[in-house]
């Protein structure tokens, strides 16, 4: 009977693509607003991400996240570094600075100052240069993003100077950072040269990063630092979720990305359950006809599950087809657009195609299983 | 006259169908006594809205009587579940309709190889016993044409293979000849004859198309819900009718 329903589908072609089209809008706008979402919330903790060789930030406990900076005392990194299971701790500077370009125009940049003697934070993918310059006296490395954006169309190179809050800095080096949430230029520079860049105050420690002894528990040392100091000690996993989760809780983020998946799903369903109902509808006699004819109910459901898992998958693929190809596009060097498809947003998609056929198909399914075969003799 | 005939292939007792409920009630049948023979092509005729549809649709089990017995190959189909009468209706009966209720997107054999493929046989077994039957009935070279291709005597052509396909003890025929001209619904009705009356086999045709009645083997002539009169090709009017119809 299978074959009888797919070519009872696939022979009515209006509604056949009316119905795919439908599901095709839906996945695609819930795959990727949902993607464009997970993006953001990724590019809020991307430096998180980009600081390697860590097992543990340590900061003050009301920090909330990555960008809520409260600045510790120096002291504060001789208590880590006493307490049992730490293996070393070191200093991490993290704050704006202002850029001054040669057009006399400015630009907010992102220092990160990076312990002088381990360099440790650093970046891992240099694109131009060598990390080790960073030795070199005003020596910054810039992300590649952030070159462009202070100097739109020009080749990266190394050597180049440019002002930071007045002082003079120049580029050692280019290197691949994530994207941030604010989209600023990232520079890296040591510690000590850090302070030079930004404005003097009393307390500029901004996170310790810290590793546990070999064989050592993270999440109990994370814990012991906690008691001993008063500090909030975390993984970099853990910093992220709590970044995002700021995110998530302060801002109308969710709920935006949230209605606009929900629309989808909405318009979606809407679509495909009309089309694939007009479509049961125009072949009622048909139905009919086969129930005079004695397929049974369960034939005839099985029929109407064929069409609605053919227009679904076909719809999903295409959808998310169509996502994938435009986070293809927004994930590309010269895009600055935020898009992250993790695996649970394929699969949440493919279970919202799967409900929205569901609902599409059950309309269907009621209007055959009540349908009284003697419709076929009404003229 | 009492026929002295054998059993009959389908018998319908004191048959009542009652549509609707209230002040909306409608008797569409009212007391039916009704034999039909294997072998026979019987015609049911009469004015519109008089109830032959109705009595078709109770005599296929496609339809529960409100009150009263059809007996159908010795089974009371009146005491089935509807399951039970959907799987009497996938061996036993075969259906034409009056606008032939072909699946457009189905080719001719397709639509032939239905009723075997809705009782559990391949496609390609379904659709070579099809071309087999349709060859038989003179559509050799339209087997793979779609129903849009075809004329409506054509179109007929396929629905009556359908209905003969899966060899049924019954088949039930709606206005088989109302969508076509005075010659095709002729030829129609001969292929018919020739093709599906057999021993074990009923014709039930519902018409009210005076230019096939000539091809009846008997004729049940309804009114208001009743069976007024059957009368035999050759002449014979079953008495029991006329008591009950003169008394109406």
Redesign the interface.
């Known amino acids: ?1 299978n ?2 329903a797919l ?2 589908l ?3 072609q209006g509604k056949y693509l009316g119905i795919i089209l439908g599901i095709a809008f839906a996945s695609l706008l819930i795959a990727q607003q949902a993607s464009i979402f997970c993006g953001l919330m990724r590019q809020t903790c991307g430096q998180i991400r980009d600081i390697q060789g860590a097992d543990m930030w340590v900061m003050d406990a009301n920090v909330q996240f990555v960008d809520d900076v409260k600045p510790l005392s120096d002291t504060d990194l001789y208590r880590v570094r006493g307490v049992p299971g730490v293996s070393w701790a070191v200093r991490l500077y993290k704050g704006l600075a202002r850029s001054r370009l040669a057009d006399g125009n400015f630009q907010q940049t992102i220092v990160l100052g990076l312990d002088d003697a381990t360099l440790v934070g650093a970046p891992p993918r240099m694109v131009l240069g060598n990390l080790f310059d960073l030795r070199k006296p005003d020596a910054v490395i810039m992300d590649l993003e952030g070159y462009k954006l202070l100097w739109p169309g020009e080749e990266p190179r190394v050597g180049r100077r440019f002002e930071m809050n007045d002082h003079e800095a120049e580029i050692v080096g280019i290197c691949k950072a994530s994207r941030t949430f604010q989209t600023f230029p990232v520079v890296y520079t040591r510690y000590t040269q850090a302070l030079d860049f930004v404005p003097n105050e009393r307390k500029v420690l901004s996170f310790i990063l810290a590793n546990a002894t070999p064989g050592a528990n993270v999440d109990e040392v994370c814990r012991r630092i906690e008691t001993q100091t008063g500090l909030r000690a975390v993984t970099g996993e853990q910093f992220g979720w709590i970044t995002m989760d700021y995110f998530l809780r302060k801002t109308g983020i969710p709920f935006n990305f949230g209605v606009t998946v929900a629309l989808g799903f909405i318009v979606g369903t809407a679509i495909a359950a009309q089309t694939f109902y007009l479509f049961t509808i125009e072949n009622i ?2 139905y ?10 369960l ?1 005839l459901l099985s029929m109407i599950v064929v069409q609605a898992m053919l227009v679904s998958v076909i719809g999903f693929s295409l959808g998310i087809g169509v996502a994938a190809w435009f986070g293809n596009m927004a994930t590309a060097p010269s895009s600055r657009l935020a898009f992250y498809m993790p695996w649970p947003v394929f699969i949440g998609t493919g279970l919202a195609v799967i409900v929205i056929s569901v609902l599409s198909s059950l309309l269907s399914l009621r209007r055959v299983i009540t349908l ?3 419709v ?2 009404q ?1 | 006259m009492e026929r002295t005939d054998p059993e009959p292939l389908v018998t319908c007792r004191d048959v009542t169908k009652v549509y609707g409920t209230g002040n909306a009630q409608v008797e569409a049948l009212r007391g039916i006594n009704l034999n039909i023979y294997g072998g026979e092509l019987t015609m049911l005729v009469g004015p519109s809205g008089c109830g032959k549809t109705t009595l078709l649709s109770v005599l296929a089990g496609i339809l529960l009587p409100t009150a009263g017995h059809v007996i159908a190959l010795q089974t009371n189909l009146t005491h089935m579940a509807s399951w039970r009468r959907t799987a009497f209706r996938r061996i036993n009966v075969g259906f034409v309709f009056q606008q032939f209720n072909l699946l457009p997107t189905l080719t001719a054999a397709e639509n032939v190889a239905v009723p075997l493929v809705i009782q559990g046989q391949s496609k390609r077994k379904g659709v070579a016993v099809a071309k087999t039957l349709l060859d038989k009935m003179g559509m050799s070279d339209r087997v793979n044409n779609l129903p849009g291709k075809l004329s409506g005597g054509q179109q007929q052509r396929v629905a009556i293979a359908r209905a003969l396909v899966h060899r049924p003890h019954l088949v039930v025929c709606d206005e088989p000849t109302s969508a076509l001209d005075a010659h095709t619904g002729h030829t129609i009705m001969e292929l018919l004859r020739t093709n599906a009356i057999e021993g074990d086999r009923a014709v039930m045709i519902v018409t009210h198309d005076p230019r096939i009645f000539e091809f009846a083997d008997s004729m049940a002539r309804m009114d208001d819900g009743r069976i007024l009169s059957v009368e035999r090709r050759d002449g014979n009017v079953d008495q029991q009718y006329v008591a009950p119809a003169i008394a109406g």
């Open positions: 009977m074959w009888i070519k009872m696939t022979g009515n006699k048909q009919g006809a086969l129930k005079a004819m004695g397929a049974g109910n034939s009284e075969p003697a076929v003799f003229g």
